[in-house]
């Protein structure tokens, strides 16, 4: 999955330095240390590592339940949150509630 820094939740003008330093893709933005990414955008170390982390929810959204929510609420099967291991246990471990 390739998406755009656009998609970040931060202001234009941040946006525009990601891309000013040819850093178009959420990918770049991950790959790069945050002090190489610091250098080239003249971007504040705090906010490269809220960038870093806004790029990582968004290309790696995993809903984290813990076990004992899993077993209050309605799941009725815990994911494991690989979705080939979730696929082949036709959605998660079984929580105990069935």
């Known amino acids: ?3 755009p820094v656009d998609g970040l939740a931060i202001h234009p003008e941040l946006i525009k330095k990601l891309k000013n330093a040819k850093i178009s893709k959420l990918e770049d933005v991950l790959v790069k240390g945050s002090a190489d990414l610091q250098k080239a ?3 504040s170390a705090a906010k490269i590592e809220n960038i870093k982390e ?3 929810n968004l290309l790696y959204p995993i809903k984290v339940i813990s076990a004992w929510d899993c077993l ?3 799941y009725q099967k815990l994911p ?3 979705d080939s291991i979730d696929r082949a246990l036709n959605g ?3 929580s105990g509630n069935n």
Do not use: V, Y
Request: proline share 0%; glycine share 12%.
């Open 41 to 43: 955008t003249q971007i």
């Open 72 to 74: 209050k609420s309605a």
């Open 80 to 82: 494991t949150g690989c």
């Open 54 to 56: 806004q790029a990582c």
């Open 92 to 94: 998660g471990i079984l």
């Open 1 to 3: 999955m390739s998406l």
